[in-house]
Each structure stands twice: as structure tokens, then as C-alpha cells.
């Protein structure tokens, strides 16, 4: 998909770069859109386990929900970084398959930004929310306009400006949660 593009992919080249048959492919796939399907259901995968570590990591919760923040964004970018170019093909051939799943994922990780937000506002690191699955719910909207799915090729192009740019929105986030002089506006 990397060197040729969602569309022009075939199920031979699939099989022939994973060194077994097309028919082999068949027996674990239904067809291309599957395979692209398993493709972004595994980098987000990785993204989760990576959530997850850093969830129960012994860090402060503020650490905690800075780095599961960040890690949603910039682990999805790094990830398809080789074949971003041919990303939105791969996106408009399985959109409704891909918005069902991306619902169950977006739900995964509102779980553990709930579970970071309330710990942090039990420890006195946050301000007590009333309604941490919605303020979670608040967070994960304003860093989805960074993934891959809501930018443009030219913008997956250039991860460092994309982590500047999340780091930014993540500092306001943060600012609004905090119980901290530190970073709660005067």
C-alpha cells in the first residue's frame, strides 16, 4: 500500500509481499478492505498498549494524561508514516466499516482518560470534575483533529509540526483541569 496506493494494491501484491499465496491471504480475509481495515485496527492497537502502560505507569496523573494525550496522536502519525500518502484512499474505501470500529476505540481510550481524571482529581492534582467521562470526552474531541483520519496528506507529512501543535492544544487542556498555580490561568 506504501509504494503503490489503497486503490491500485492488489491481493496478489499482499500475498506476495507476505511470502504466501493469494489464497492463503483469503482464508484470513475477506478481501483488500478487510486488509486495510486490520491494517488500522493494528496500528491502533499498538497506540492502546502504549495508553495503557503509560496509564498505569507510577507517574503523576498530569504526566499520565499528558502522555496518554499525546501518545493517541503522534503513536497513530509515526505508525502510518510510510504509507500516509495513500491513507485517504484507504479511508474513503473503508469509512462506514472504519466509523463503526472507531467508536469502539474511541471508547477504549475515554475509559482511561476517565480513569487518569479521576484518580488525578482523588490525589488533589486536579480540580474535581463533576463529570470526568464528559470532560474526557471534551479531550478526546479537541486532540481527534489531530489524527491521521482529519488531516491532510501534506499535514501527516510533517510530524514535528503536528507534535507542536498537539502539545499546545494538550497545555490548554491540561491548564483546564489542573489544581495547580502553575498552570491554571490567574
Known amino acids: 500500500m506504501a509504494r503503490h496506493g489503497f486503490r ?19 482464508l ?3 478481501g483488500k478492505e478487510d486488509v486495510g481495515l486490520s491494517s ?15 496509564l498505569v505507569s507510577d507517574q ?3 504526566a499520565r494524561l499528558r502522555g496518554i494525550l499525546l501518545r493517541r496522536v503522534i503513536g497513530r502519525i509515526e505508525r502510518i508514516q510510510d504509507y500516509y500518502q495513500s491513507l485517504d484512499e484507504l479511508f474513503e474505501v473503508v469509512r462506514p466499516s472504519y466509523l ?3 467508536s469502539h476505540y474511541f471508547d477504549l481510550e475515554l475509559a482511561m482518560l476517565e480513569e487518569v481524571l ?12 463533576g463529570n470526568p467521562k464528559a470532560v474526557g470526552r471534551a479531550m478526546l474531541l479537541a486532540t481527534n483533529a489531530f489524527l491521521p483520519y482529519s488531516l491532510s496528506v501534506r499535514e501527516l507529512g510533517e510530524l514535528a509540526a503536528i507534535e507542536r501543535q498537539a502539545i499546545d492544544m494538550i497545555d490548554l487542556l491540561l491548564r483546564g483541569v489542573a489544581n495547580d498555580r502553575e498552570l491554571r490561568p490567574s
Open 100 to 102: 463503526a470500529r472507531r
Open 8 to 26: 491500485k494494491t492488489t491481493m496478489e501484491d499482499i500475498a506476495r509481499e507476505a511470502g504466501v499465496g493469494r489464497r492463503t491471504i483469503y
Open 40 to 54: 488500522i485496527g493494528r496500528v491502533v492497537e499498538q497506540v492502546h498498549d502504549e495508553l495503557r502502560a503509560i
Open 60 to 62: 503523576p496523573a498530569k
Open 118 to 129: 479521576q484518580s488525578g482529581a482523588e490525589s488533589g492534582e486536579f480540580i474535581t470534575l
Open 28 to 30: 484470513h480475509f475477506k
